[in-house]
């Protein structure tokens, strides 16, 4: 079983910044790829950002191009997202997910709340 532990959330005002954290521990952690997904109130989980974790490419939702950068750490089995000048909509609870293959999103993080006002 593979443990995804999420930091970094918390309150900021728009144009604000800040960086979330996600280590993955358990067994031998081998993943095909590590994303960042969120959901606000009311609206369904979507994808923000997702790295693989061979060859770093990166996939960013078109809302958070050139906001946010996602980073990964393969020896310390650790994924980043760098968020920037944060808005109002950027409000969520932001998950960690690892995948094993394309598309599939096997391990899920428990979640950490950001919170951006004006």
């Known amino acids: 079983q593979v443990q995804l532990v999420e930091s970094g959330g918390g309150s900021v005002q728009a144009g604000g910044s800040l960086r979330l954290s996600c280590a993955a521990s358990?067994?031998?952690?081998?993943?095909?790829?590590m994303g960042w997904f969120r959901q606000a109130p009311g609206k369904e989980r979507e994808p923000v950002a997702t790295?693989?974790?061979?060859?770093?490419?990166?996939f960013y939702v078109d809302s958070v191009k050139g906001r946010f950068t996602i980073s990964r750490d393969n020896a310390k089995n650790t994924v980043w997202l760098q968020m920037n000048s944060l808005k109002p909509d950027d409000t969520a609870v932001y998950y960690c997910?690892?995948?094993?293959?394309?598309?599939?999103?096997?391990?899920w993080g428990q979640g950490t709340q950001v919170t951006v006002s004006l």
């Open positions: 358990g067994r031998t952690f081998s993943s095909y790829a």
């Open positions: 790295i693989r974790w061979s060859s770093g490419d990166a």
């Open positions: 997910a690892a995948g094993g293959s394309p598309g599939i999103w096997n391990y």
